[in-house]
């Protein structure tokens, strides 16, 4: 699904150079859960706004579902954003003033899709993240996990076919880190690709594999048996 071939990123000022990504190799299928992981200053979210379409690559390939995406025009990147990602971060980015429904709603609404399609898909994604009850509450009336989990609804509900989480559980205690992981766990059992940006080695056991970075190279990718029931400490 994502290939990347010799991919490098460098950031320069007028007497600097930095080497953010260093001819990367990198493929994950549909339906991985990866989690990257690494230092401060390693590449991570370099790497993560590139796979994104945030960012663009200085040298290299990268490849989205078999399209060569480097050189695209971001009229085109924005196009595939739209039809195909979702975005989760580690802050929630909800709107105070709207409902749990209206909030997951947004995304529909800018893609004309029709208002029984938008009521029932809404009220899905809400039952797969268990919020359905809560669907009239705005966020400020919500726990964090609970907000958490509405942008992870709204960044699925255009049913996209990866998801990119930056630090997700980053603002969350250990209980409602575990919450958000089973959810995004969930999300893979139905066949979405996750890529998940850590520096938390308990928040990467849930991912089946784990990719290290230091100073821009991968030193580490190995698969791994991921945590699926939450420890008692947190439950």
């Known amino acids: 699904m994502l290939h990347m071939h010799d991919l ?40 993560l706004n590139i796979v994104g379409m945030i960012d663009t690559p200085t040298g290299g390939e990268y ?48 893609q004309n899709v029709p208002r029984t399609q938008r009521r029932a898909r809404v009220r ?21 996990g609970q907000q958490q989990r509405v942008a992870v609804a709204r960044a699925v509900v255009c049913d996209p076919k990866l998801i990119l989480a930056d630090e997700p ?13 089973v959810t995004l766990q969930g999300l893979v059992d139905q066949g979405i690709t996750v890529v998940l940006v850590t520096h938390e080695t308990d928040i990467a056991a849930y991912a089946r594999r784990v990719v290290v970075l230091r100073d821009g190279l991968i030193v580490e990718d190995r698969t791994q048996e991921p945590l699926i029931a939450k420890p008692e400490s947190a439950a």
């Not at 969350?172 to 992981?181: A, H």
């Open 8 to 47: 490098t990123r460098v950031y320069r000022t007028d007497t600097v150079e930095t080497m953010a990504l260093d001819h990367i190799d990198l493929a994950i299928a549909e339906g991985e859960f990866v989690a990257v992981m690494g230092p401060s200053g390693c590449g991570k979210s370099t790497l």
């Open 169 to 181: 559980t980053g603002n969350l205690d250990t209980k409602t880190s575990y919450e958000v992981m």
């Open 63 to 110: 490849s989205f579902c078999g399209e060569n995406v480097a050189p695209y025009p971001e009229s085109r990147l924005v196009e595939i954003r739209r039809r195909h990602l979702g975005f989760v971060f580690q802050s929630f980015n909800l709107i105070d003033d709207l409902t749990v429904y209206e909030n997951v709603e947004l995304p529909l609404l800018y």
């Open 124 to 144: 899905e994604v809400l039952e797969l993240v268990d919020l359905r009850p809560r669907e009239k509450h705005k966020p400020a009336q919500l726990s964090g």
